[in-house]
């Protein structure tokens, strides 16, 4: 049994690694694949590369397809492009400036089978400018998993995550097309929370990228920073609602907190006004007790507006932290 496989791979400003990237998914030793390749609008040459690539693999040719969006939408919009273009039994969304490993798919393929899963995690490598690192995925229940995606604790990315197609179109649950950023901490939690089964493959098959500066994470704008505010919102409503919100009810009330303090951990202090001044209404909440000591006290210093004495702890925190690694 050889099910179809939809690889959804947006493509905006990645004329430096899209090569690599299709060259990865076109090597696939498993052989039923569609490719929804998503231009949108990319201002460079990412498809002229990509249609350059697809040459050398007249096999797979037939099996891309590229939409166009007519103007640049962002990511929300262009994942939910690829995945209503898309007609395959399964779906893996890939990053176009990340790549896998040829046997990605027919080693998930047939985990997904075995399990029945409705999404089965795996893990990844992550790539810096250092070389490479292992990062093991932590899945032991649905319950404490939603937690922790809550909580910034586990990824929300959906590139480590190979979906079945029947299950995610069922569930509605798609990407707000007004998010820039951070749209998959807005759906990643919801769709886990639907899933009837949840399996994991100890498996490194994605490679994920983090040197690429014109990537939509390294564009910070007001407008993602407001993008992640409005997928925090959508969040609270949700889980405020579900039959099992008691749950989860701890972390939910603390989701503004935790969004501001890890917005600061991922900027400098000439983003920092802005987080704050998105984040306002978010200072004189009080802390949630499961918040760790560094994220307390980053909070109580951008609370208190004390951004230099932020800034020397954050040089801190990213030495320890390279340290570790």
């Known amino acids: 049994m050889n099910p179809i496989v ?18 990865s998914l076109f090597e696939q030793t498993y052989p039923n694949i569609e490719y929804m390749f998503v231009n949108d609008a990319t201002p460079d040459k990412s498809i002229d590369v990509l249609q350059s690539v697809m040459e050398r693999y007249p096999k797979r040719k037939s099996s891309v397809h590229i939409v166009n969006h007519p103007h640049n939408k962002g990511l929300s919009a262009a994942r939910n492009t690829g995945i209503a273009a898309s007609t395959g039994e399964y779906i893996l969304h890939v990053d176009s400036d990340d790549y896998l490993d040829i046997v990605a798919i027919e080693h998930l393929v047939i985990e997904a089978l075995k399990t029945n899963s409705d999404i089965l995690l795996f893990d990844t490598n992550v790539v810096t400018k250092n070389g490479v ?32 197609a029947d299950f995610v179109r069922q569930s509605e649950i798609r990407s707000d097309e007004k998010i820039r950023m951070a749209e998959d901490y807005a759906v990643t939690p919801r769709l886990v929370h639907q899933a009837e089964k949840i399996s994991v493959l100890h498996e490194p098959l994605y490679f994920y990228e983090t040197t690429n500066q014109s990537s939509y994470v390294h564009n910070l704008t007001r407008t993602a920073i407001e993008s992640q505010r409005r997928a925090d919102l959508i969040l609270m409503r949700y889980f405020k609602q579900v039959s099992d919100a008691y749950n989860y009810a701890d972390v939910v009330s603390a989701i503004p907190q935790r969004s501001m ?3 600061i951990k ?6 920092w006004p802005e987080i704050l001044d998105v984040y306002q209404q978010c200072l004189s909440l009080p802390l949630e007790k499961g ?20 800034q020397v702890f954050m040089c801190f925190y990213h030495l320890v932290m390279r340290n570790d690694r």
């Open 261 to 263: 303090t890890s917005l």
């Open 266 to 271: 991922n900027t400098d202090i000439e983003t």
């Open 291 to 310: 918040m760790s000591l560094v994220n307390r006290i980053i909070f109580s210093l951008a609370k208190s507006r004390r951004l230099k004495t932020l």
């Open 6 to 23: 939809s690889i959804i791979v947006p493509v905006y400003g990645v004329e430096r690694y899209i090569e690599r990237c299709a060259i």
């Open 133 to 164: 690192r292992a990062e093991r995925v932590t899945y032991t229940n649905k319950i404490k998993y939603i937690r922790q995606l809550i909580q910034h604790t586990a990824k929300c990315a959906h590139w480590n995550k190979f979906y079945r």
